[in-house]
């Protein structure tokens, strides 16, 4: 089994490297040029590595120390979290709480979600909007305090980058700023054990899948496990970690948006790192009454968008159907 769970090596031409400071630089003329790569990158695997990108380091190390702090709590402290108490998808997921892959075991990693903290008496909370919701926060003194300054810098951190698909779209730098606006996002710690020495058929850390929704920010610890689907040659490449980075990818909102000129692409995680690997993808999810819909520059004359108009909200709640359902 070992050998068709392994993947090619990093390879920087198929998974590139942007350096995005042009995208913190008052001059159109430098964001343009970040730009135009990211578009490039959009178009052949949909994934790709940003640095330069302006998140502290030292922020990103209290991230994970946190993160491993939760997931060292006793297994029933982080049960009395369990996602399935929370109407808004916050808090624990067990091991095995997920199958990302249809007809694959279940996903050999134990997750913690966090949203935006919005109040039990929130008119959204109320109404049932999807999302909406209170977190729930474990017993860790600069848990929560952590996690907000970490959510608060990869919103403006996916925002600017949005502006920078817009550019590459060829589209008005704030096109997707109502997109933007109030998003509901989600920060999502991942913990994945070794893989079993002998897995049952097909298990793996994070089954084969696209992400759902917007952009997604994935920050990795030093145990590489992440596979991209390079869907031309027909292999899954390894997404190493390159410390410091995000390995950026496009969900299916932005498919839906091109038509499919940029890609979701399909990616999965298996740790065969031989130690306990731990991630926190950032997804953003964008304002859950945008409609998502073809865009102008993304039809040409006689094509036809291949997606319905759907809203953020909408879309989300069928892609959540289909994986836990
Ligand atoms: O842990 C990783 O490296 C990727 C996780 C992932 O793909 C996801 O949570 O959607
Ligand atoms: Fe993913």
């Known amino acids: 089994m070992s050998d068709t769970l392994s993947a090619r090596r990093l390879d920087q031409t198929k998974l590139p490297l942007i350096d995005v400071a042009g995208l913190f630089s008052p001059d159109l003329a430098d964001r343009t040029a970040v730009a135009a790569e990211v578009g490039r990158a959009c178009k052949q695997t949909g994934f790709f590595y940003i640095c330069n990108h302006g998140v502290d380091g030292a922020l ?26 929370s109407a808004a998808n916050r808090g624990y997921e067990p091991l095995r709480g997920q199958r990302l892959e249809a007809g694959a075991p279940a996903d050999l990693k134990e997750g913690f979600y966090i949203g935006r903290e919005d109040a039990a008496d929130d008119p959204r909370v109320l109404a049932g909007r999807f999302n909406h919701g209170p977190n729930q926060w474990p017993d860790l003194p600069r848990f929560r305090r952590t996690m907000e300054a970490y959510r ?3 919103e403006a951190l996916a925002s600017r980058l949005m502006s920078a698909i817009a550019l590459s779209l060829q589209l008005p730098e704030d096109y997707f700023s109502g997109f933007c606006r109030d998003s509901m996002s989600t920060l999502r710690l991942l913990h994945y054990p070794p893989q079993p020495a002998n897995p049952q058929p097909g298990e793996k850390g994070c089954g084969a899948h696209t992400d759902f929704g917007g952009l997604t920010l994935l920050l990795q610890d030093e145990n590489p496990g992440l596979q991209v689907w390079d869907h031309r040659a027909g292999e899954w490449l390894e997404a190493e970690p390159i410390p410091g980075t995000y390995v950026v990818n496009l969900g299916d909102m932005i498919a839906r948006w091109t038509n499919d000129r940029y890609r979701s692409t399909l990616h999965r995680v298996v740790n065969l790192s031989g130690a306990e690997r731990y991630s926190v993808p950032f997804f953003f999810s964008g304002n859950p009454d945008h409609l998502v819909e073809c865009l102008p520059t993304c039809l040409d004359q006689g094509e036809t968008p291949r997606y319905a108009p759907v809203t953020v909200e909408q879309h989300h709640r069928e892609m959540y159907r289909k994986t836990y359902g």
């Open 60 to 85: 990103q190390r209290a991230l994970f120390a946190e993160t491993r702090r939760l997931f060292d709590l006793p297994e029933t402290a982080k049960r009395a979290l369990d996602k399935a108490k």
């Open 152 to 154: 608060d810098a990869l």
